[in-house]
């Protein structure tokens, strides 16, 4: 039986029909369904309606949802059910603009600024809380490095939770609680004295938070852009970067100025009115919400998804390294001014870094992008292994990374989304699924590479090491775990692009 949608919403039915004669046939048993209607059902059900092939610049696109995978076989079985008042979607009513995808924009901007970018800024807080030794001199820098990996971690494990809320309909309910556990985590941090306190409100509750906003915003702009997809998704990660540069400056002013206290609740109104911008400009779109699983483990039958989502927890394992310890690492090497504004530096310019893998991404492929992304990362994290002791010496290296990571943040979503197909029903499922694996990375990685720091990683921290050389080795494993955690990640992300495009080497993809 197959059914399509009237223009008034009214549900049409009829068998299948292959022939003209058997349309014919048809048309006498069922008097209400003339020939003019069921002649373009032959048509708009034919397995070749949807497939497209372009060339371009010498790339061919990859078929990024085979039939008969492992992938395809999930989607099929999927329980799919369809609200009343809601139609069904299909490939060309997915469009690249209009009022309502550019407010999307919109608010995924913000919601990567209170997600990533509130997580981006955890080394500020980190360098205060080692610096003033307001949890205890007994926490050392590898211990407090926990509260911002648990931060980040929740930031995308959360994400297969609310992916799956997303997909059955509670895309706007997802956001709202969002914003208020970002909210409630950052105001109740104004008057934490103790670790586990400020672990649970900024580590957990914001953790949780920032990951429902994250998945939701990455999710939505798939679904509302097709071709611009990736343009749309770069343009959007600029908000973590931008919000990570000025926020770590104004919180050193505001330190010194209105005390601790007073500069987290300030924070938290902004979250507030910026966040909740967000969740009322952002409107999902009507599409057949589906009842699956939380997790699909037949998604991981597909080598090519299992060796990407594997890559992607790697990448993230060594993306945030230089985040959390260059400011204790400059303060290790006594260099006395501006320590703070390197990771403003960073995100100044990862801000203007995520367009031009953006653009290159919309021309060559998303997967060919981000493997580009990732050798570059690695070369310059390798590079941090090289002794300076100047200030300019550590801008340029802070500089040379972001200009390098800029995709690897905004990529792999959108890449996930391929995944799915036209299936826009399973973006979050399956972005969340990736994101899980991805935030095993984001909580370990820097964990491990604190516990690298030779001799006490506190007295480090608070710069009263005069020896640069001392200072460096100390600090050297922190940089080596980084660039291997990242050369692995390459190796991995490569492997399975060959696979997902049979090993041609000029695939688009």
Not at 122 to 150: D, K, M, R
Request: hydrophobic share 45%; proline share 4%.
């Amino acid at each position: 039986m197959l059914k399509t949608t009237g223009k008034f919403g009214h549900e049409l039915r009829s068998s299948p029909v292959t022939t003209l004669s058997d349309a014919q046939a048809h048309t006498d048993t069922s008097p209400c369904y003339p020939l003019f209607i069921c002649l373009p059902l032959v048509k708009m059900h034919s397995p070749d309606t949807h497939q497209e092939s372009s060339e371009k610049k010498g790339f061919t696109t990859a078929d990024t949802t085979p039939a008969h995978t492992p992938l395809e076989t999930s989607r099929r079985n999927s329980e799919c059910y369809q609200r009343e008042g809601d139609s069904v979607s299909d490939e060309k009513d997915q469009v690249d603009g209009g009022l309502r995808a550019w407010l999307v924009l919109l608010g995924a901007w913000l919601c990567f600024a209170n997600s990533w970018g509130i997580t981006s800024v955890f080394g500020v807080f980190q360098s205060y809380y080692l610096e003033t030794g307001i949890l205890g001199p007994s926490y050392s820098a590898s211990s407090i490095s926990w509260i911002g990996s648990i931060q980040a971690f929740l930031t995308m494990f959360a994400g297969v939770f609310s992916g799956h809320l997303m997909d059955t309909g509670y895309t706007q309910q997802v956001l709202f609680v969002g914003t208020g556990l970002i909210v409630l985590g950052t105001a109740l941090l104004s008057v934490c004295k103790e670790y586990y306190q400020v672990l649970l409100t900024q580590g957990i509750c914001v953790g949780i938070g920032s990951g429902m906003l994250l998945l939701v915003s990455l999710a939505m702009l798939s679904m509302w852009f097709k071709k611009k997809k990736m343009l749309a998704a770069g343009v959007a990660s600029t908000g973590s970067a931008i919000t990570a540069f000025y926020v770590p400056i104004a919180l050193g002013k505001l330190f010194a100025t209105i005390g601790f206290a007073w500069t987290v609740r300030v924070y938290a109104l902004i979250i507030l009115l910026t966040a909740g911008t967000a969740c009322l400009v952002m409107t999902p779109k009507k599409v057949a919400f589906k009842h699956g699983p939380l997790i699909n483990v037949n998604y991981f039958k597909d080598p090519k998804f299992t060796l990407f989502v594997i890559a992607f927890g790697f990448t993230m394992a060594a993306n945030y390294i230089p985040y959390f310890y260059l400011t204790a690492y400059a303060k290790a090497l006594n260099v006395k001014s501006g320590t703070l504004g390197l990771v403003s530096i960073i995100n100044a310019v990862s801000a203007v870094s995520r367009l031009p893998p953006a653009l290159l991404a919309h021309y060559i492929g998303g997967a060919n992008t981000l493997i580009i992304c990732c050798g570059l990362s690695t070369v310059t994290l390798y590079l941090y292994t090289l002794t300076t002791s100047t200030f300019g010496g550590l801008v340029a290296l802070a500089a040379c990374y972001a200009l390098a990571s800029g995709g690897v943040l905004f990529l792999p979503p959108m890449i996930l989304s391929n995944f799915a197909g036209n299936d826009r029903a399973q973006y979050g499922t399956m972005i969340g699924m990736g994101y899980t694996i991805g935030a095993i990375g984001v909580l370990v990685g820097n964990p491990i590479a604190g516990a690298t720091i030779s001799g006490s990683a506190t007295n480090t921290a608070a710069g009263e090491i005069g020896d640069i050389g001392k200072a460096h080795s100390k600090y050297l494993g922190v940089w080596i775990v980084a660039g291997s955690s990242m050369a692995i990640a390459t190796a991995l992300h490569f492997s399975a692009r060959m696979i997902w495009v049979n090993w041609k080497i000029k695939s688009r993809v």
